[in-house]
C-alpha cells in the first residue's frame, strides 16, 4: 500500500500556494515539488460527502498529442495544463484557452456530446475551475470514477497522478496541490487502443471515451478507512467477517462496526498492515436474495472517520454442479447488459440509466445480469443491491490480448484488483468473471490462471467464472477448454442459429460438457432491427431472432448442469463492427429491447420461459 504523506518539501510547497495567484513561478515551483502518487482505491467512496465536480468542463481535442508530448518531452515549457489562460506579457502567444474552449459534461463520454467526436480516438484535455475551502489535518482527494482509457491530473499545475483502464474508479491525493479559494484541475484523458491494453484493439463495442462517470472531491482525516470487506461467513449461522483497513493510522489504532438496527457493535484494532479483524454474531439478519434485497445501514468508525455503508448480507458457493445462495440451489434467470445510456445512447453512468436497464432485466423475470465487459459503475451495482439483481462482475479481458506480455497481465491484474478492492461489499455481487471468449492456448490459459488465482486470494468468498468458446464436433457442442479447471462456474457463449446454422440446429445439438461443475450459458442470441416484420426465416426480423429463442430455450434445458443463462443482450447497443446500413447502423442489434426502448418478440419469448418457470430447474 503506498503511503500517501507527501515529501516535506511538497508540503512546504503547497503551503506556500494555498490562496496564492496562479502565477507561472509558483506553478513551476510546484512542477518540481510535486506530490504525485499513485491513486489508491477507496471502497464506498461514493457513501461519503463529497464536492462535487460534474458539470461543464473546458474541452480540446488534442489528436496529434501535443498537450502531452510538450508536457513530456519539452522540458515541461509549454504543457497545456500549465499556461491555460493567456496573460498579458506572456512571452508567446497561446493558441488556446479552456475559459472560452467548447464545453463537454462531466460525467459523460465524448462522443455522442458532438457530432464531431463520434470516432474520436486520442486525448482530449479537459478543465474546470473550483473554489475550495480545505481543511487542516486532512487528505484531499480527486475522485473520478472512470476515464477511459487512459488518464493524467493536474489541480493547479501540479501533476497529482496518472491512471490506466477505462472502468475502474481513480483516486487522486491532491492534498498538497488544492489551495483556499480558486483552484483549477486540468485532465488530459486518451481513448487511443492499444495493442498492450485491457482490452486490446478489438472489441465489440463504443470505444467512448472521456470522464464517463463522476468527478469529485472527497476529504477524509489524516488516517481514514481507504478499504473494507464485510460479509456473512458462510453457512447456516449469522456470523459477520472481514477487515477495515486504517491508511496512514498507527498500528493498534481502533476500529467499530455498528449495524444500528440489528443492535450489533463490534470493536477491533489493526495490526501493524493497518488491517484489523472484524468478526461478530448477529441475531435477526435477514438475509438479501432477490426476493428480499435486505439492506442494512453499516457504520464504520476509525478515529476521526466514518462511512455510513448500505450493505445486503449473504452467502454464494458452488457444490458439486449446483450453484448456492444462502445455502439453496438457485438458477440464474439473468440477461447480459452493457453500460450502454437507454434512450440517449452513450456510456451509461445515471441511477436513472440503471434503474431502466435493470428495470427491464426484472419485468423479464430477471434475478440475475451478466455486467458486460468491464466493471460497471457504482450507481449500477448499488441498484443491483436495492432490487434485488444478481450480478456476474467482469474484467476486462476481451478476446485477444497479448497473453504472452507480462505488461498486459499486470494492467489486468490491476484493474482486478480496482474492481474487487472497490466493489466487493455488493452483496448483489455473486461472480467475478476473469475474461471473455479468449483462445484456447497455453500463454492465455496461465494468464487467466493468474488472474483466478488473485482473485481468490482477494476474495475467497465469491465464485470465479469465465465466458468459454465452445468447439463443435458434428451436431456436438465441446466444452473442454482446460480453462475451465481453474473456475468455480463454466460460463459458455454459443450462437447457434446465427453465427452458425439455422435456429433449428438446437434441436439436434447436444452437448459434452467435461466438468462436473455449475455451467452458465452466458452468451446466445441473434440480431433483430425493432420494428422490422418478417417470417421466422428472414434474417433481421423480429421473428428471426424469437425463433432463435424458441429453438435455444429447450435445447440449454437438455444441458444437465445448466444453472443459469444470459442471453446477449439487453438493449441493442453501439459498436463500430456492425456497419449494416438501415438495420445495424453501427449498433449490434441482438437486443431483447432497441437503444429506444422498444421490445422486441424475443423479449417475451423470453420473459414467459422465466416467469412460467419453464427453464432451468425451479429456485
Ligand atoms: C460475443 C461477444 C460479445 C459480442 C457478441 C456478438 O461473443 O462476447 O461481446 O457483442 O458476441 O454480438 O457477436
Redesign the pocket.
Known sequence: MKLLSAPLHARVAAQLLRGAAASALLLALAATARAESAPIVLTGADRRPATSLNGEWGSIADPYFSGLFSFHHVEKKNGWFLNYKAKPGDPFPTEYNFATAPKLKVPGDWNTQRESLLYYEGPMWYERDFTYEPKAHTHIFLHVGAANYRSWFWVNGQKVCEHEGGFTAINCDVTQAVHAGANFVVAAVDNTRLEDGVPGLET?WWNYGGLTREVSLIEVPESFIDQYDLHLKRGEGSEIEGWVHVMDGQPGAKVEVEIPELGAQQSAETGSDGRAAVHFSVKGLERWSPETPKLYKVMLRAGQDSVDELMGFRTVEARGTEILLNGKPIFLRGVAVHAEAPYRTGRAYSDKDAETLLGWAREMGCNYVRL??YPHDETMLRAADRMGVLVWSENPVYWALGFDNPKVLAKAEQQLDEEINTSRNHAAIILWSMA??TPNNAARTQFIETLATRARALDATRLITA?LLVRAEGHTKIVDDPLGEALDVVGV?EYIGWYEGRPESADTTEWKIAYEKPVVVS?FGGGAKAGLHGSENERWTEEFQANIYRHQLPMLNKIPQLRGMSP?VLMDFRSPNRPLAGIQDEY?R?GLISEQGQKKQAFYVLQKAYKEGTIGKAD
Open positions: 465489440d458486460a465487459h471473455n471468449e465466458a457463449n452468451e446477449w449490434n441482438k
